[in-house]
């Protein structure tokens, strides 16, 4: 299995969480790729068997609360019949965040296997390493069901 990790970071708390991702996936024998989504390596993109791609959370809360910088993901090469994996980092809430970033995903036709928020920064900031296991494990197990089938 090969997976590219893409993201967007400003203040390194998804940066952070991207190569936590990738660490646990290569902890697992999975060949990864972690890229920034403006310096990718499009190669190892096209041929990866799923894209994990995140941002961070940008707005007020509950008040036009949304995916960061969404312009420099749709530099991104073509995600349509992809499987797509995304994950936000946040420091309130993620809700209407994911709720975007999933339409997003979806309007350009991506094969949508997995979402997550991953709590970074803020009051009452915890370990995600649990989190961040379980969203890479579940990953792991859709794409071998759907390989199996």
């Given at each position: 299995m090969k997976i590219a990790v893409l993201y967007q970071s400003v203040r390194g708390g998804t940066k952070r969480a991207a190569h936590?991702?990738?660490?646990?996936?290569?902890?697992?024998?999975?060949?990864?790729?972690?890229?920034?989504?403006?310096?990718?390596?499009?190669?190892?993109?096209?041929?990866?068997?799923?894209?994990v791609i995140g941002t961070w959370t940008d707005g007020f809360f509950g008040l036009g609360a949304k995916p960061a910088q969404i312009g420099k993901l749709n530099t991104l090469p073509n995600i349509s019949h992809r499987k797509t994996a995304l994950f936000v980092t946040y420091e309130i809430d993620p809700t209407k965040s994911l709720q975007q970033f999933e339409h997003w995903a979806l309007d350009r036709g991506a094969d949508l296997v997995g979402k997550q928020g991953f709590k970074v920064r803020g009051p009452f900031r915890k370990d995600i390493a649990e989190e961040i296991e379980s969203f890479t494990e579940h990953l792991i197990m859709s794409n071998a069901t759907t390989k199996s089938q």
């Amino acid at each position: 299995m090969k997976i590219a990790v893409l993201y967007q970071s400003v203040r390194g708390g998804t940066k952070r969480a991207a190569h936590a991702i990738a660490k646990n996936f290569q902890d697992k024998g999975v060949i990864v790729g972690i890229y920034p989504v403006t310096d990718i390596d499009a190669q190892f993109v096209l041929s990866a068997d799923l894209l994990v791609i995140g941002t961070w959370t940008d707005g007020f809360f509950g008040l036009g609360a949304k995916p960061a910088q969404i312009g420099k993901l749709n530099t991104l090469p073509n995600i349509s019949h992809r499987k797509t994996a995304l994950f936000v980092t946040y420091e309130i809430d993620p809700t209407k965040s994911l709720q975007q970033f999933e339409h997003w995903a979806l309007d350009r036709g991506a094969d949508l296997v997995g979402k997550q928020g991953f709590k970074v920064r803020g009051p009452f900031r915890k370990d995600i390493a649990e989190e961040i296991e379980s969203f890479t494990e579940h990953l792991i197990m859709s794409n071998a069901t759907t390989k199996s089938q």
